[in-house]
């Protein structure tokens, strides 16, 4: 194991409790229209990006379901929701960033959420003053769970993948962050990694209050 010297976070579920109202904004607007979007289906579109989002949806559902619409009406909901609500950081965020800038190592986003939809999540939690480097889905060719996010991630680090932790809490962000040569701690959310466990995870953690012990643990 090499050191560690840099680290980067998944925003949705790891960073911020977003992914609760998303779900409940796509199901509310699927079932608007006549679609049933269960937990299960849901839990496939995590951590993809929307054009992925959109193939999985076609192809669980057909190519005619009006997808377009249905955006509409999610994004709505969603707006509806955060203006009344907003966004929660997760519990131990900001003790995690301030231990990595303790450490004085580099960090990063990399979301496959698109840069508009990032950096307004990120004014709305309060957290965008903490990260200079944002990586989005609609910045390189090919979204999670390939792993040209975090190569792209690393390279704005200047540091090499190898040397890089990731935390992640999707199927399709985890696969990134390990084809990409990276050391990954899993974070549990909507998905439940008691089932979906990887042998090769460097480490499931309860939550992110526990990951600057888990940082140590890899020094």
Do not use: H
Not at 2 to 26: M, Q
Not at 160 to 172: G, I, N, Q, T, V
């Amino acid at each position: 194991m090499n050191e560690i010297s840099a680290v980067i976070f998944d925003l949705d579920g790891v960073l911020i409790d977003s992914e609760r109202v998303a779900r409940t904004a796509w199901q509310q607007a699927m079932l608007e229209y006549g679609y049933i979007l269960t937990n299960d289906i849901y839990c496939e579109l995590i951590g993809r990006r929307p054009f992925d989002v959109d193939a999985i949806l076609r192809l669980r559902y057909g190519s005619a379901m009006p997808l377009y619409d249905i955006r509409l009406r999610k994004r709505c909901i969603w707006e509806d929701a955060v203006m009344r609500n907003g966004i929660p950081v997760k519990e131990g965020v900001k003790e995690v960033l301030d231990y990595v800038d303790a450490l004085r190592f580099p960090f990063a986003i990399a979301t496959s959420s698109n840069s508009l939809d990032a950096m307004e999540k990120l004014k709305q939690s309060m957290l965008l003053c903490r990260f200079s480097i944002i990586v989005c889905g609609d910045q390189v060719p090919n979204g999670k769970p390939e792993p040209d996010i975090y190569l792209e991630a690393a390279e704005r680090l200047k540091t090499p993948p190898s040397k890089c932790l990731a935390f992640e809490d999707s199927e399709a962000g985890f696969l990134a962050a390990k084809t990409a040569g990276m050391a990954t701690m899993l974070i549990p959310d909507l998905v439940d990694w008691t089932v979906l466990r990887k042998p090769d995870a460097n480490g499931i953690l309860a939550s992110m209050i526990d990951a600057p012990l888990a940082i140590k643990g890899l020094l």
